[in-house]
């Protein structure tokens, strides 16, 4: 399967300030997604990136918040913005590779904490 | 009721024992199962995808899935230390997102 590189792997942000992570794949791949983990909780969906148009979001998930860009089939960024300790959580990056109903793999996350 | 509901453990159990890791869920529309294992600072890795219900068996592990009883089990055989992990299950029903359990903490006792 693809092999999917986060960055940063972790980062400790002040109250205020964005924060770009990125998500490069070594290989084109069909689809790209952002999920957030938070301690006790299920991996929520953010948004499906779309290459070249914008991102489709989930329920509670808003453009302004978490920007996404996806220029091409193997990369993509997500900034989380104006962050709050609320938004301290690890933020992962899946791929699906192929098409029809495949599984997607996941990236090691980047840990993000916000003071 | 939670679309997903999986024992967030931990689980401890020792060494060379069988292990059995379950999920229910509500929705009769998911035709899609996994098992993911994530280890601590690591991102869910893939092990188990099946579709519908049946088994399927992959070296030491097996997955079952009762869509009558809404029920999917992951089975570890011969368990080491190194199974040691957070096991996720995870669904979805055809070209939607996948929902995922919360996970279950697992410990293999030497």
């Known amino acids: 399967s693809a092999v999917i590189s986060q960055k940063p792997s972790r980062d400790i942000c002040q109250r205020g300030t964005s924060l770009t992570i990125q998500c490069q794949v070594d290989s084109q791949v069909t689809m790209m997604f952002w999920y957030r983990q938070q301690p006790g909780q299920s991996l929520t969906l953010i948004a499906t990136?779309?290459?070249?148009?914008?991102?489709?979001?989930e329920s509670g998930f808003v453009i302004d918040k978490f920007p996404i860009s996806r220029p091409n089939l193997t990369f993509s960024t997500l900034t989380v913005s104006n962050m709050s300790p609320e938004d301290s959580s690890i933020y992962l990056c899946s791929v699906l590779e192929g098409y029809g109903n495949q599984p997607q793999h996941f990236g090691d996350g980047t840990r993000l904490s916000i003071l | 009721q939670k679309e997903v509901e999986q024992d967030p453990g931990p689980l401890s159990v020792p060494e060379g024992a069988i292990v059995s890791l379950n999920c229910t869920y509500s929705n009769s529309a998911f035709q899609y199962f996994m098992w993911y294992r994530q280890y601590s600072r690591k991102g869910p890795e893939l092990l188990m995808y099946t579709y519908s219900s049946g088994n399927k068996e992959d070296g030491r592990f097996t997955a079952q899935v009762d869509k009558s009883s809404k029920y999917i089990s992951l089975f570890i055989r011969d368990s080491q230390p190194s199974d040691s992990a957070t096991y996720l299950c995870?669904?979805?029903?055809?070209?939607?997102?996948?929902?995922f359990g919360k996970g279950t903490r697992l410990h293999i006792l030497p």
């Open positions: 995870a669904m979805s029903r055809r070209d939607d997102k996948i929902i």
């Open positions: 990136a779309n290459q070249g148009s914008e991102a489709t979001y």
